[in-house]
C-alpha cells in the first residue's frame, strides 16, 4: 500500500469513529463533497494544512492522520482532544550550524533574518527554533521515529531529562546533533534512536541546547 492509501486508510477509520459521513465532514471542512472520497482512495494527498482541518472536526491531532505511529495502533488507544487546539507561536528554523552556536550568534534578534518559520501547537517558552533532521540516526523500526526531513521544535529553556530528545553541540564540532539522552549512573550518553548508530559517552565536551518538544512532517 502506497503513502497516499495508508494516509486515506487512517483517515477513514478515524472518521468512522466519529460516526460522521464523508459528505458530512466534507461540508464541515467546506469543501467540495468529492474530496473526502478522493483522499480516502488515496486519489489525492493530504497535506499538512488539509490534516489541520480534518483534525479539528475529527477532535484528533493532525499527526494521527499523517503518520504510522507504533503507539496508535488500535483505535482503542487513540483519546480524544477534550479542547481543540489553536495555534501558539511560530518559530524560526535554523541549520544545524545555526543551532550549534544557538547562543553565540543567533540570539532572538537575529531571527527576523531567517525567512522560513512554522507554527506550533505545543505550549513553549518564547525561545524556540525548529531544526530539520538529516540522515536516519534517529529512524527506528519501532516506536517514536524521526526520518530524514522532520521537523523537530527545540525549547531552548526546557530542562533535559533522562530520557529527553535533546540537541546538543559537542565543543570540537561546528555542527548541533539531535539524539536521545540516556543518564545512567552518573554518566551521561547521546543515544541514537537507529540501533545501528553507536551511543556516545559525553563528559565536558557537550553543550545541551534545547529539548525537543514538538515535530512535523510533510508527507506530500
Same mark, same amino acid.
Request: glycine share 6%; net charge neutral.
Given at each position: 500500500?502506497?503513502?497516499?492509501?495508508?494516509?486515506?486508510?487512517?483517515?477513514?477509520?478515524?472518521?468512522?469513529?466519529?460516526?460522521?459521513?464523508?459528505?458530512?465532514?466534507?461540508?464541515?471542512?467546506?469543501?467540495?463533497?468529492?474530496?473526502?472520497?478522493?483522499?480516502?482512495?488515496?486519489?489525492?494527498?493530504?497535506?499538512?494544512?488539509? +490534516?489541520?482541518?480534518? +483534525?479539528?472536526?475529527?477532535?484528533?491531532?493532525?499527526?494521527?492522520?499523517?503518520?504510522?505511529?507504533?503507539?496508535?495502533?488500535?483505535?482503542?488507544?487513540?483519546?480524544?482532544?477534550?479542547?481543540?487546539?489553536?495555534?501558539?507561536?511560530?518559530?524560526?528554523?535554523?541549520?544545524?550550524?545555526? +543551532?550549534?552556536?544557538? /547562543?553565540?550568534?543567533?540570539?532572538?534578534?537575529?531571527?527576523?533574518?531567517?525567512?522560513?518559520?512554522?507554527?506550533? /501547537?505545543?505550549?513553549?517558552?518564547?525561545?524556540?527554533?525548529?531544526?530539520?533532521?538529516?540522515?536516519?540516526?534517529?529512524?527506528?523500526?519501532?516506536?517514536?521515529?524521526?526520518?530524514?526531513?522532520?521537523?523537530?521544535?527545540?525549547?531552548?529553556?526546557?530542562?533535559?531529562?533522562?530520557?529527553?530528545?535533546?540537541?546538543?553541540?559537542?565543543?570540537?564540532?561546528?555542527?548541533?546533533?539531535?539524539?536521545?539522552?540516556?543518564?545512567?549512573?552518573?554518566?551521561?550518553?547521546?543515544?541514537?534512536?537507529?540501533?545501528?548508530?553507536?551511543?556516545?559517552?559525553?563528559?565536558?565536551?557537550?553543550?545541551?541546547?534545547?529539548?525537543?518538544?514538538? +515535530?512535523?512532517?510533510?508527507?506530500?
Amino acid at each position: 500500500m502506497d503513502k497516499k492509501a495508508e494516509v486515506g486508510l487512517r483517515l477513514k477509520q478515524f472518521r468512522k469513529k466519529q460516526g460522521i459521513s464523508q459528505k458530512d465532514l466534507a461540508d464541515m471542512c467546506g469543501w467540495g463533497p468529492s474530496r473526502i472520497s478522493n483522499y480516502e482512495s488515496g486519489i489525492r494527498s493530504i497535506n499538512l494544512d488539509d +490534516a489541520d482541518i480534518l +483534525a479539528k472536526y475529527l477532535d484528533i491531532k493532525p499527526y494521527q492522520i499523517l503518520f504510522d505511529d507504533s503507539d496508535l495502533t488500535g483505535l482503542s488507544n487513540v483519546c480524544s482532544v477534550k479542547s481543540q487546539p489553536c495555534y501558539q507561536k511560530k518559530f524560526p528554523v535554523l541549520s544545524s550550524v545555526q +543551532a550549534g552556536y544557538w /547562543t553565540e550568534a543567533y540570539e532572538p534578534n537575529s531571527k527576523e533574518d531567517i525567512s522560513e518559520w512554522y507554527a506550533t /501547537t505545543e505550549k513553549t517558552s518564547s525561545n524556540c527554533f525548529w531544526l530539520r533532521v538529516y540522515g536516519d540516526s534517529m529512524t527506528s523500526s519501532i516506536g517514536v521515529s524521526f526520518p530524514e526531513g522532520t521537523l523537530v521544535l527545540v525549547d531552548t529553556e526546557k530542562e533535559a531529562k533522562n530520557g529527553s530528545l535533546v540537541v546538543a553541540k559537542l565543543i570540537d564540532v561546528n555542527e548541533a546533533t539531535f539524539k536521545k539522552l540516556v543518564i545512567d549512573t552518573g554518566h551521561n550518553y547521546l543515544k541514537p534512536l537507529n540501533p545501528q548508530y553507536p551511543t556516545l559517552p559525553i563528559f565536558d565536551n557537550c553543550r545541551v541546547i534545547g529539548v525537543v518538544i514538538d +515535530a512535523k512532517l510533510k508527507l506530500f
